[in-house]
């Protein structure tokens, strides 16, 4: 499975931004799928993960109610909603796939795409 990510940017903080992860391949759907980010001189930290099917999602403290993750399998694509953003969440998002349950552990995930920035200011 390659994975794309795209849809970062420059946005204001209170602003939103889409990011779209598409994945090439005909067993998307059975993957579950995460989002994770990293700022400069930070670890990679968990953002959200959702079920092959879409009926579950996970999400870290830090974006619960700004940020929602879904799903379009017949798109072969995951995206990541973002609202109400912050200074705090500029990073660089990646996603990630999992054959297998949605995780929270980063090292459990198969496939991992190239990153997009996402820079908020203040």
């Known amino acids: 499975v390659q994975l794309q990510a795209s849809g970062g940017g420059l946005v204001q903080a209170g602003g939103s931004l889409r990011l779209s992860c598409a994945a090439s391949?005909?067993?998307?759907?059975?993957?579950?799928m995460g989002w994770y980010r990293q700022a400069p001189g930070k670890e990679r930290e968990f953002v959200a993960a959702?079920?092959?099917?879409?009926?579950?999602?996970y999400y870290a403290d830090s974006v619960k109610g700004r940020f929602t993750i879904s799903r379009d399998n017949a798109k072969n694509t995951v995206y990541l909603q973002m609202n109400s953003l912050k200074p705090e969440d500029t990073a660089v998002y990646y996603c990630a796939a999992i054959l297998g349950i949605a995780t929270m552990e980063p090292y459990e995930y198969d496939y991992w795409g190239q990153g997009t920035q996402v820079t908020v200011s203040s």
């Open positions: 391949g005909r067993t998307f759907s059975s993957y579950a």
């Open positions: 959702i079920s092959w099917s879409g009926d579950s999602t």
